[in-house]
């Protein structure tokens, strides 16, 4: 009996001994037992056996984290820690959480050197964003086995990248869940990112609303992304289709960091819009896990964080390397463990998932601090993990259709290749200009005429252009008109209103509109070659009401004309009655001279005769007297000198009423008193005068100053001599006595309603031209003067001067 114990003893020690092999402990003096162990030594021996067991089913790790990471940590070590008690695995996992503060490296010290002191470490995950130098030295010198995990937005990022570039997009705004993922989208671009880059919190309480800075964003991105779970997703879409920024979908990306995607409930509101999706099978396939893990929606992060703690507790089930817990007080100084140091590079040997991929790096690639401060001899290990994503965008078609891309190994893999750039998008400003841009009304009641949806339409010259250069350079636009002003003016500040203080401000690409270059605007915005040659100011009015009468044409001659062609009329034909009657040589009275039938001049004949004297026809037959004779003969002469009159001053009488008009030039119109006129408040005509009116002051002024003062040789200033002209001060007195209109419109209304022509507008000749041509009423007076050309403005460096440039009229 005694030797079956001995033997019994030596299997269970040769067993206990091989179970802790590699393994140093305060137990390990009591392992060496004889044939001659006591009762007191076997219990000694079980309770040794009791802790070492205790100790090896316990895994003790260390996570270093950053303060942002701190809230989803913790939902999701939860998650795996509840996770892993429903695998049944043999192994506690007992963690530690250093929460890095950076700031205070003393305070980092402290609670590192608490978590050693009282609860050891057998292996540090290191989650933080920046490598903790100091914490990193006492692991490797003390041989606590050490890892850093990679970012979990990585192959987020790296794929958009790789598909913006597919897209060449240079302009992108990406909107995050929460303040880790923005973090983490920081440090990614902190390395280099292919294109100008926003990025937002969409969770961030304490700045500005993420949508309110979208919408005056300027300029406008070219894309758009969201970077959420499939939950928060709705959340955010929510909140941006509420703030009306998704008006375009191709320019949306969704990108989602679950495998939850299908709880997205916005799918027809989004179609054509582009999204990112995990594939959960194949991440659940190279973690070997089971089918209802794949089903649960699960996050890269969680998953990454289970797959690293579930391969460590297979490594330490197995692997006889698995080394002890560390204790450490950092307030003694010790040498160096060299025997734990050679025990921490067990980590090389565990076996890995096929989901994450262990490496041994000379740098830490995910340290942002300067690479002086590192040593060519640091070897960092990481785990890195693969992702397996797949862009497509939505559509009520077959889901292969739909497929753009997958990114697996690192690498971006195009389907059907199918990925092109979306149409740019443009904000183009204009005003209204008739004939050049103006919004479409009812014909009959004047109303604005809206479509479907209640948006204005726009009509003109300028409008077509913007269609036709949308349709040759590819882009989409939309049409905005300014909120303040017209054109554009300056104000005191050097503030800019109108469509030139948008285009400034970046409210809109470029401007397309009746709008003039002038040096001042030069010197804010690029102006492109005119697109309108030249145009100026000039003056309309209306033509002159003709008075219509039945007996128009006697007032061709005065009244003193026609009293004397009718005594005329009236005393011939007496003198033909006269001497025809009593005449010795008239036919009636000489028979003899005539005795052929003869006219007989009686008192009704002689008038007839003097009456149709007056038609082409004639008289008829003339008296046979020679006085009578000579009396005809006179009377037709002056017959045809008052036909000749009065034909000629007929056809002058009608001809130059129509064209006559009251004044013919601005001086005639600043010289006279009867004709009132005016300007469109505020526009670039009522500006015109302003300006004359301040360069005459001016010129008063140096007047004043040169020559009143001389006093010697006065011939110096003849140019100057007194009076200077003060037309322009005069006009704009008399512009502002009419009180200016509104609008355009209302000019041209106050215009038409004056039928005496004692009413003049001044306003642009392009637009007088036009309505010219509409309103026969109207006529434009005089030469036009101020002219400039109308031309097409962008932003200061703007790349759209180049392509518009080249545009194909």
Known sequence: MHNYMKATNLLQVNWI????????????????????????????????????????????????IDPVQRAEFETDIAAVLKELEGLQLNTRISDAVLQLVRTDEQQDIDSFCEILGSVGSSIIIDLS?????????????????????????????????????????????????????????????????????????????????????????????????????GSAMNGIFERVNKGKLFQRPTEWHLVFLDTRDRVFKYKQQVEFATRFTLNARAICRSMQMRDLYCGSGFTLHRALILSVLKSLIDSAQLSPEFPEPVYLDCNRSAEANSAGADKSMWLENVHWSNFVEYMQASEDPYNTESLTERTDEESVPYLSFVANISAGYYSSEHEAKTDLAMWASGGLKLLNETISPTKRFFRIGTAESVPWSYYRRNPNTGELIRTKSGALIWEGYCIDFIRRLAEKLKFDYEIVAPKRGHMGERNARGEWDGVIGDLVNGETDLAIAALKMYSEREEVVDFLPPYYEQTGISIVMRKPMRRTSLFKFMTVLRLEVWLSIVAALVGTALMIWFMDKYSPYSSRNNRVAYPYECREFTLRESFWFALTSFTPQGGGEAPKAVSGRLLVAAYWLFVVLMLATFTANLAAFLTVERMQTPVQSLEQLARQSRINYTVVKDSDTHQYFVNMKFAEDTLYRMWKELALNASKDFRKFRIWDYPIKEQFGHILLAINSSLPVANATEGFKNVDSHGNADYAFIHDSAEIKYEVTRNCNLTEVGEVFAEQPY???VQQGSHLGVSIKTFPH
């Open 17 to 64: 001994g091989l179970w802790l092999s590699g393994n140093q402990s305060i137990c390990s003096q009591h392992l060496q037992l004889t044939v001659g162990m006591d009762r007191s030594n076997i219990l000694r021996l079980w309770l040794c056996i009791g802790i070492s067991l205790a100790s090896a089913n316990e895994l003790k790790i260390t996570f270093w």
């Open 129 to 229: 964003y920046n490598r903790w130098s100091w914490g990193y030295e006492v692991a490797r010198t003390h041989g606590i086995a050490y890892v850093r995990l990679d970012r979990v937005m990585r192959p987020f990022l790296n794929m958009f990248a790789d598909f913006m570039r597919q897209k060449r997009a240079n302009n992108v705004a990406m909107i995050f869940q929460s303040a880790r993922d923005t973090t983490e989208a920081m440090k990614q671009l902190m390395t280099g990112y292919p294109f100008r880059t926003l990025i937002l919190d969409a969770n961030d309480k304490q700045s500005e609303d993420f949508v309110e800075r979208l919408y005056r964003l300027r300029p406008v991105p070219n894309y758009y992304a969201i970077f959420a779970r």
């Open 791 to 793: 031309a097409v403005a």
